[in-house]
């Protein structure tokens, strides 16, 4: 007998207001990669959380009502890397859909579980 592997969806549904750190963190990379693009922030929502579960990947729309499934295709704002208080290397993308900021994503180029984001001090820049 076959056992099957669990689904994991793209995304998790969650609605709530942006943290400080994802505040901080969309400030400083929009500054940096796209300054006439920081007034968006003010109108983010957070509508969904990566699948895993686990990782601090947020989804956003403009409205906490807004539905947090993926439209493709997804173009790459900025990509940052530093290492999180555990000594994590941490990858941070910023993704937008249909010329909406829409995804913080979290990664690691280590291939380890990602748990928090590293301090903007921690940030350097990656080309894509």
């Known amino acids: ?22 505040l ?3 400030q400083y990379i929009l500054e940096r990669e796209a300054p006439d693009r920081v007034s968006e922030i003010a109108k983010l929502k957070v509508v969904g959380r990566c699948g895993c579960g686990q990782c601090p990947t ?5 409205s906490l009502d807004a539905d947090p499934r993926a439209a493709r ?3 790459e704002i900025a990509n940052y890397l530093g290492r999180n208080s555990e000594g994590v290397g941490v990858g941070i993308t910023l993704l937008e859909r249909e010329g909406h900021i829409s995804e913080l ?4 180029p280590e291939g380890a579980d990602v748990a928090a984001w590293p301090p903007l001090s921690a940030l350097e820049r990656i080309d894509s």
Request: charge should be negative; aromatic fraction near 10%; hydrophobic fraction near 40%.
């Open 1 to 22: 007998m076959k056992r099957s592997q669990p689904v994991q969806h793209y995304s998790i549904p969650l609605r709530r207001e942006l943290s400080d750190e994802e």
């Open 105 to 108: 994503e979290a990664w690691s």
């Open 24 to 26: 901080g963190l969309l």
């Open 73 to 75: 295709p997804f173009v």
């Open 58 to 62: 947020v989804i956003f729309g403009s």
